[in-house]
């Protein structure tokens, strides 16, 4: 195969390697592109075109996440990965590896790993790369890299929740708990919520906070019941959509742009968490981006003329 046909082959690999090190479509994409340019202007052919790139893209995103972590702490409320509505890499053997690896949750616990670390345990853990590979990906000896898993492992152990859903009911919970969204069902969302759920936005600055960490079933059923119904009045339409390999929903304003994603984490028969990316900035790759802060005027004036 030529260069090209070669590194296609392999580019849906290369970009789920990327985004579970950085938690950003663009930014996996940018290091995607990055690892082709250096493969591009190589003189000589790897032995092993697989390992080469996967190396490659694995440099570069460590090198990426090391800058982007002073970005992170700066960032004007909760942070959380870009979403990602579909992965493009697929390995049956691995399925459950790499739907867990790209969920909200587990990408949230990434984030407290060191960049080397959470390089190691993506290869190793999620893509079953050996220890070989690993050690020349991140340029550490394999023993070094062994250390590293261990503590990765010992951290994502720490937050991971004791009880997971199945596929099957996580699809059913989240139909009852849209269906009740659009109904602005306040009793029916509260049924659906675990005692301590969270709903959480992450806007940047840019957008407007429809949750800042509401706690409780009470509260968050409330405002949901309260905020998405009048969003439903201006013509605010959502579809339901796997958002990170979890239910969720995309929303869009009238005339079909991008306001935000909403995903849910559902555990143990209930919801325990569901968080919205409002931010404009990481919505990009989902289409053309809508103004959330005219959606929220115009909700308001509804509002102030239904009174």
């Known amino acids: ?27 996996a994409e940018d290091a995607v592109q990055e690892t082709w340019l250096r493969f591009d202007g190589s003189a000589t052919r790897p032995t092993s075109t697989k390992a080469y790139l996967s190396a490659t893209v694995t440099r570069i995103s460590i090198d990426v996440l090391r800058s982007a972590r002073v970005r992170r702490e700066e960032y004007v409320g909760p942070w959380f990965p870009e979403p990602l509505l579909s992965d493009p890499y697929q390995d049956p053997a691995r399925a459950v590896e790499l739907a867990d690896s790209v969920s909200m949750a587990a990408l949230l616990l990434l984030e407290r790993l060191s960049p080397l670390e959470r390089a190691v345990f993506v290869l190793r853990e999620v893509f079953a790369f050996g ?65 301590d759920v969270q709903l959480v936005g992450d806007g940047g600055g840019k957008a407007p906070r429809l949750a800042k960490a509401v706690m409780g079933a009470e509260n968050v059923a409330r405002l949901l019941g309260t905020v998405f119904p009048w969003l439903l009045r201006i013509d605010v339409t959502f579809e339901l959509h796997a958002v990170n390999g979890q239910p969720g929903a995309v929303f869009r304003e ?27 900035d990481k919505l990009g790759h989902l289409g053309p981006v809508g103004d959330a802060w005219a959606v929220d005027r115009e909700v308001r004036q509804a509002r102030r003329r239904s009174n």
């Open 254 to 280: 009238r005339d079909g742009k991008v306001l935000q994603t909403l995903v849910l984490d559902v555990l143990d028969g209930q919801i325990q968490a569901i968080r919205a990316v409002i931010n404009p």
């Open 131 to 195: 220890f070989d590979e690993v050690a020349t990906a991140v340029g550490r000896s394999e023993a070094a890299c062994r250390q590293l898993l261990v503590r990765a492992r010992r951290h994502m152990q720490a937050g991971r929740p004791r009880f997971e859903a199945d596929r099957q009911e996580r699809q059913e919970l989240a139909t009852r708990f849209f269906d009740a969204l659009k109904d602005g069902d306040v009793g029916a969302l509260r049924n659906l919520l675990a005692a």
């Open 1 to 27: 195969m030529s260069k090209v046909e070669e590194f296609e082959e392999l580019r849906p690999l290369l970009f789920s390697i990327a985004y579970r090190i950085l938690g950003s479509v663009s930014e």
